[in-house]
């Protein structure tokens, strides 16, 4: 067990609804990363904040999607008016702490299915 | 860009040794990862290795790196069932947010 959660597991969704996913890293994360992995493939970095400052957005992140980190602790990741090739694992990674500066350690992911 | 690459498959029988192989393209890599996903799981880290290294030993685990031909592996000593899984190599540069490259992931089996 990383210590990283995500909720919800799973989620399907309707072709144009919005979803929202949420990370709980440890507290000692102080940069937390989004990935998406779409199936047979190796995770792509979507974007990632040190504290709640976010840092860099990849390409692959359109105008819907947004995400947030507050109070640089928990994260959201926002998709508005989803789309079919928006089905995707959503993984989140915290990094951070004494001894572990650069190793990320991931939550299970979310698994998005939009129909 | 960066570009991380992996073979698709490797089968091997328990207790045997495994070897699985990656190249990487960013001579900038500062670390390079090794992680395990098994069915329906987010990605375990197994281990890491700094680009200055050549080798590094963790239990059944060991990582080569070839810097010059950008080749890193991870061989696993007598491999178990409970080994069978996707192992995903990756790389960062901690300069540019340490954010990870990863491979397209190598599935392991492990036959008895």
């Known amino acids: 067990d990383t210590g990283v959660s995500q909720d919800p597991r799973h989620k399907i969704t309707k072709r144009g609804q919005n979803v929202t996913f949420r990370c709980d890293p440890i507290?000692?994360?102080?940069?937390l990363y989004w990935y998406r992995q779409t199936l047979g493939q190796g995770p792509e970095f979507l974007t990632y904040?040190?504290?709640?400052?976010?840092?860099?957005k990849s390409r692959l992140l359109s105008d819907r999607f947004s995400a947030e980190r507050p109070k640089g602790s928990f994260s959201t990741l926002e998709i508005q008016r989803t789309e079919q090739g928006d089905s995707a694992m959503y993984l989140c990674?915290?990094?951070?702490?004494?001894?572990?500066?650069?190793?990320?350690?991931f939550g299970p992911g979310t698994r998005l299915t939009v129909l | 860009g960066e570009d991380v690459e992996q073979s698709l498959f490797l089968s091997v029988r328990e207790g045997d040794s495994s070897v699985i192989n990656c190249t990487y393209t960013?001579?900038?890599?500062?670390?390079l990862y090794w992680y395990k996903q098994e069915p329906g799981a987010g990605l375990q880290l197994l281990t890491y290795?700094?680009?200055?290294?050549d080798m590094k030993q963790d239990q059944r685990l060991t990582v080569l790196l070839n810097k010059k031909d950008k080749h890193l592996s991870l061989r696993i000593a007598d491999t178990q069932t409970g080994d069978s899984a996707i192992y995903f190599c990756?790389?960062?540069?901690?300069?540019?947010?340490?954010?990870?490259?990863f491979g397209g992931g190598t599935r392991v089996l492990v036959k008895p």
């Open positions: 990674a915290g990094e951070g702490g004494q001894g572990a500066y650069n190793e990320q350690f």
């Open positions: 507290s000692e994360h102080n940069r």
């Open positions: 904040f040190q504290n709640e400052a976010q840092l860099e």
């Open positions: 960013d001579s900038s890599s500062t670390y």
């Open positions: 290795i700094f680009s200055n290294m």
């Open positions: 990756a790389e960062s540069i901690w300069a540019a947010g340490n954010k990870l490259t």
